[in-house]
Nanobody, 125 residues
Framework: QVQLVESGGGSVQSGGSLRLSCAASGLSYMRYCMGWFRQAPGKEREGVAAIDSAGRTRYADSVKGRFTISQDNAKNTLYLQMNSLNAEDTAMYYC???????????????????WGQGIQVTVSS
């Protein structure tokens, strides 16, 4: 059974940092790509960052220079290092995976078909 489990969320003050992790299971024998998405209350889901198996990355303009996506293939774990957080980063964050490799590094949620349950990130000013 394929499963993605996020961890590392929480509350932080503006300017602070958090590191999200996403542990993937059931994907060891598949080729896949992963990404981070977020959704704030009353807003549409937004693609935050994505990475392919070669380590190529793509970021939303709103997080460029502040967030870093990375992966540890040996641990089947995806990370999102978030620095210089501000109130607009407050959202539920989701990791997602796709075995549709033609969509690697896409920031469009519909390109992904495996989703974690989400984790809350709250930034207070």
């Amino acid at each position: 059974q394929v499963q993605l489990v996020e961890s590392g969320g929480g509350s932080v003050q503006s300017g602070g940092s958090l590191r999200l992790s996403c542990a993937a299971s059931g994907l060891s024998y598949m080729r896949y790509c992963m990404g981070w998405f977020r959704q704030a209350p009353g807003k549409e889901r937004e693609g935050v960052a994505a990475i392919d198996s070669a380590g190529r990355t793509r970021y939303a303009d709103s997080v460029k220079g502040r967030f870093t996506i990375s992966q540890d293939n040996a641990k089947n774990t995806l990370y999102l290092q978030m620095n210089s957080l501000n109130a607009e980063d407050t959202a539920m964050y989701y990791c997602a995976a796709t075995t549709w490799l033609e969509h690697c590094t896409s920031l469009m949620g519909e390109r992904y078909h495996i989703w974690g349950q989400g984790i809350q990130v709250t930034v207070s000013s």
